[in-house]
T-cell receptor
Framework: AAGVIQSPRHLIKEKRETATLKCYPI?????VYWYQQGPGQDPQFLIS???????DKGSIPDRFSAQQFSDYHSELNMSSLELGDSALYFC????????????FGQGTRLTVV | DQQVKQNSPSLSVQEGRISILNCDYT??????FLWYKKYPAEGPTFLIS?????DKNEDGRFTVFLNKSAKHLSLHIVPSQPGDSAVYFC???????????????FGQGTILTVHP
């Protein structure tokens, strides 16, 4: 069965650079969630989208922005990167309006040097 | 403020025995609870969930128990297998009558090691 696809799997950026993470949800899933997991920490909810509209917002820094496109894929844009942004970034998708749980992608490991 | 807590960082169990992972929460508004399993360098994999209107949900070797009055849930794995060795995250959702279970508050995780 198709799963949530995230790209790239690994990314190395320098301080103050920008990064774009992509997420392709499970087919027919219309809701996307972004999470950040720092070293030794639990995943923290960043932001979610339903039908291309932001549906909820968590602890996402102002330097980050995200959007969901007409094909339901989502991109997380991160600017002015800081060392503390180094983390695993997970995307999850679900089917809004249905009794389904969120399914996670394998994550993008971002390292800021 | 950690609203979902897994107080045991690690648990070691012999193969064939029962593994019991515990989770406590503080927000009484949470109405949906999930357990995820995570291997290194992979995303969390959904295991089992329970709605706040139930006190038990079973799926094969996995059973989740919910005690609302104590704000406590537990995951039982029986019999435990070496392949169950992973980090287990408890997560809670404030669904509030909606249908979105993806905005989750996670616990810190418990590393389960099942010895052959």
């Amino acid at each position: 069965a198709a799963g949530v696809i995230q790209s790239p799997r690994h990314l190395i950026k320098e301080k103050r650079e920008t990064a774009t993470l992509k997420c392709y949800p499970i087919p027919r899933h219309d809701t996307v969630y972004w999470y950040q997991q720092g070293p030794g920490q639990d995943p923290q909810f960043l932001i979610s989208f339903y039908e291309k509209m932001q549906s909820d917002k968590g602890s996402i820094p102002d330097r980050f922005s995200a959007q969901q496109f007409s094909d339901y894929h989502s991109e997380l844009n991160m600017s002015s990167l800081e060392l503390g942004d180094s983390a695993l970034y997970f995307c999850a998708s679900s089917l809004e309006g249905g009794d389904t749980e969120a399914f996670f992608g394998q994550g993008t490991r971002l390292t800021v040097v | 403020d950690q609203q979902v807590k897994q107080n045991s960082p690690s648990l070691s169990v012999q193969e064939g025995r029962i593994s019991i992972l515990n989770c406590d929460y503080t927000n009484s508004m949470f109405d949906y609870f999930l357990w995820y399993k995570k291997y290194p360098a992979e995303g969390p994999t959904f295991l089992i969930s329970i709605s706040s209107i139930k006190d038990k949900n079973e799926d094969g070797r996995f059973t989740v128990f919910l005690n609302k009055s104590a704000k406590h849930l537990s995951l039982h794995i029986v019999p435990s297998q070496p392949g169950d060795s992973a980090v287990y995250f408890c997560a809670a959702s404030l669904n509030a009558g909606g249908t979105s279970y993806g905005k989750l508050t996670f616990g810190q995780g418990t590393i389960l090691t099942v010895h052959p």
